[in-house]
């Protein structure tokens, strides 16, 4: 399995394998065929069973899922599979995931291809292939990069947080889990942290981005949990502030084990940084 | 003359820091969990009569451990205590998570009480006479003593350690050492050594050389620790991984060396078709 990943990870390097790739997501049934190149089918359908997830969805709603309507179904789904955080930080386990959404029909594969600056994933493919075609490469491995981040994070290039921060599923099944643990030490409302996520998505990644990997402490529940209380009362969305209590709280760390500390006194801690 | 220090200048007990006098010593040891393999057991000493002690003693200090799992975004903080032998040495349950990944923790002993401030004085705090008539102020989750990180090998690759053996006259030998929690020693011979030093870490023949010194490795290990395998500690994510895929253990009959041994590094094993 790790085989197959490891030889898809490499075809942004590839010219001819990123524009099989671009020409393959074109169609569902091309599409399908080649990744099952890299993995074997009944093997990558069994990681996880996502048939459950039967909403059909268009780009926009696949780009940005909804809290209130998708976020529970797909939430339902993978507890059903008892799908945990070392499962949701896999990357098989979201090759698998988004070859069912196309099997199924609940996404086209094009859909894979959006960009930051440009979200129509078919254009961007045809576009792509176009100036490839002219000798011009560079947004063909653009867009076969994209493919992969948005398939299973391009965690070759990106670490973990490809997964937390690229996979439009990823990213809302790792805004479900926070919101939920969040919630259940502070009382601060579900709906509340999924607007406060959604609504600042640079928070969203530089809190994702310093748990996983540059500040692990954040990840501490307590922490994490004083974090959050101390931001949603405080209303605080600019994401310099964001990252400078987070800087703040990294360097109390050092002599102070905050993690032993309940949530209402980190709270006060920062409380006490910020002042 | 008494000053006021920065609230993190204060004595710290730590190896290679000299705030504390030499009777004081925290020492954590991983020990045995009655064969429960989802969690292990970190035994937490603190040695003399100090300031730690004597904190620890009217409550306002305790003995934590932390987990972390990076890479899935997981970090706890336990201040559990599965038996409390006295208040300066405990015993505490650290629950495991099932994954191959490298399991990190780090103990301590943090201060809980309120927020004060002290004068401190090295003879009835064992501290070093540099601090004495110092005024520190305590905080709430200050770090009074530090073991350094420790992890948690899971995986039967990063137990083994290849060594060069010049008396060796060809191929290697795989040992089972029991010290420091158990490794292999795969003792090669000098020549093929100094070959496979060369090699990349992901070449295919370095992986099946490694896979046939993991698979000697536990052929050993069946061989002299079947019965009694207490003191391979760092063993026990390997037994637990098996147990939960239901392949049998060195503890068994039927145990497979070779299927083990494929097992933990046929992830790494480069197939044919790679070669493109």
């Known amino acids: ?275 | 003359m008494s000053q006021i220090t920065s609230s993190y200048s204060f004595p710290i007990l730590e190896e290679d820091k000299f705030d504390y006098n030499e009777v004081a010593i925290y020492e954590v040891n991983q020990v045995e969990s009655d064969n429960k393999l989802n969690y292990i057991v970190f035994e937490h000493k603190l040695t003399g009569n100090n300031l730690i002690s004597q904190l620890l003693k009217s409550n306002e200090a305790k003995f934590i451990t932390t987990i972390v799992l990076k890479s899935s975004m997981y970090r706890e903080t336990t201040d559990n205590i599965l038996e409390h032998i006295s208040p300066t040495h405990i015993k505490q349950k650290i629950l495991l998570k099932t994954t191959f990944e490298t399991q990190s923790f780090f103990s301590a002993i943090v201060y809980i009480g309120e927020d004060k401030e002290i004068i401190l004085n090295s003879s009835k705090m064992g501290l070093d006479e540099f601090w004495d008539g110092t005024t520190i102020e305590l905080k709430k989750g200050a770090i009074l003593a530090r073991d350094g990180w420790r992890e948690l090998e899971n995986t039967a690759s990063d137990l083994l350690t290849i060594k060069k053996d010049d008396v060796l006259e060809y191929g290697f030998d795989v040992s089972v050492i029991s010290e420091e929690g158990g490794r292999f020693i795969a003792n090669v011979e000098s020549s093929l050594y100094d070959k496979i030093k060369l090699l990349p870490k992901n070449d295919s023949h370095l992986r099946s050389i490694v896979i046939h010194m993991l698979c000697v490795g536990f052929m050993n290990l069946a061989k002299y620790y079947k019965d009694d395998d207490s003191d391979l500690t760092n063993f026990k994510g390997i037994k637990l991984e098996l147990k939960n895929k239901n392949i049998k253990t060195w503890e068994d009959d039927e145990f497979n060396p070779n299927q083990v041994a494929c097992y933990f590094l046929k992830h790494n094993i480069k197939l044919e078709d790679d070669n493109e």
Not at chain 1, 18 to 47: G, H, P, T, V, W
């Open chain 1, 1 to 275: 399995m790790n085989s197959g990943l490891q030889r898809l990870k490499k075809i942004t390097k590839n010219r001819v394998e990123s524009i099989r790739l671009l020409e393959s997501a074109l169609n569902k049934k091309d599409f399908i065929d080649y990744i099952l190149i890299y993995f074997s089918k009944e093997q990558i359908l069994e990681e996880i069973d996502f048939t459950g997830f039967k909403e059909k969805l268009s780009e926009n709603e696949f780009q940005q899922l909804h809290y209130l309507y998708h976020y529970p179904m797909l939430w339902d789904i993978l507890n059903s599979n008892n799908f945990s955080t070392i499962d949701a930080s896999n990357p098989i386990k979201w090759i698998s995931i988004s070859l069912q959404l196309i099997m199924n029909d609940i996404i086209q594969p094009y859909y894979l291809a959006y960009v930051d600056s440009s979200k129509n994933g078919k254009n961007n493919i045809i576009e792509a292939l176009r100036l490839s075609e002219q000798g011009n490469d560079k947004q063909l491995f653009n867009v076969s990069r994209a493919i992969l981040r948005r398939m299973f994070g391009a965690i070759q290039e990106r670490g973990k947080k490809g997964i937390y921060q690229d996979i439009p599923f990823a990213i809302a099944w790792w805004k479900i889990y926070l919101t939920k643990e969040i919630s259940k030490q502070t009382q601060i409302d579900e709906k509340t942290l999924y607007e406060y996520f959604n609504t600042n998505p640079t928070n969203y990644n530089e809190l994702i981005m310093r748990m996983s990997s540059k500040l692990t402490v954040i990840a501490d529940n307590n922490i994490r949990d004083g974090l959050l209380k101390y931001i949603i009362d405080k209303e605080i969305t600019n994401t310099k502030n964001f990252k400078e209590i987070i800087r703040m709280i990294g360097i109390e760390s050092s002599w102070r084990a905050m993690g032993s500390l309940n949530y209402k006194d980190n709270q006060k801690i920062i409380e006490s940084l910020v002042a």
